[in-house]
């Protein structure tokens, strides 16, 4: 198993930027892992953002944000990053950091999250 650990949230105004990063520890390889990003709104259940296989060769993004957020990885730090650009209000909420297990291939390992707010 893995844990998780995010950082980076805040307050930015709308189109502003933000990187959120995720520190990944454990006894498992991290490398064996897709990492995936993922948010929940006050009020609303929590969506899929991006997600990124093993090796940072194939990424996936939810559509509201495609082409303003950055998946990526460094397996050597053991750490995932969601850069956010143009960021907008309807952004605002907490963003999760989850690993997907290899063999079950569900997201079963989640960070405590990190609050993202957009002001406008």
């Known amino acids: 198993q893995v844990q998780l650990v995010e950082s980076g949230g805040g307050l930015v105004q709308a189109g502003g930027s933000l990187r959120l990063s995720c520190a990944a520890s454990?006894?498992?390889?991290?490398?064996?892992?897709?990492m995936g990003w993922f948010r929940q709104a006050p009020g609303k259940e929590r969506e899929f953002v991006a997600a990124?296989?093993?090796?940072?060769?194939?990424?996936n993004y939810a559509d509201s944000v495609k082409g303003r957020f950055t998946i990526s990885r460094d397996n050597a730090k053991k750490a995932v990053y969601l850069q956010m650009n143009s960021l907008k209000p309807e952004d605002t909420a907490v963003y999760y950091c989850?690993?997907?297990?290899?063999?079950?291939?569900?997201?079963?390992?989640w960070g405590q999250g990190t609050q993202v707010t957009v002001s406008s």
């Open positions: 989850a690993a997907r297990n290899p063999v079950t291939t569900t997201f079963g390992s």
């Open positions: 454990g006894r498992t390889s991290f490398s064996a892992y897709t």
């Open positions: 990124i296989n093993w090796s940072g060769g194939s990424t």
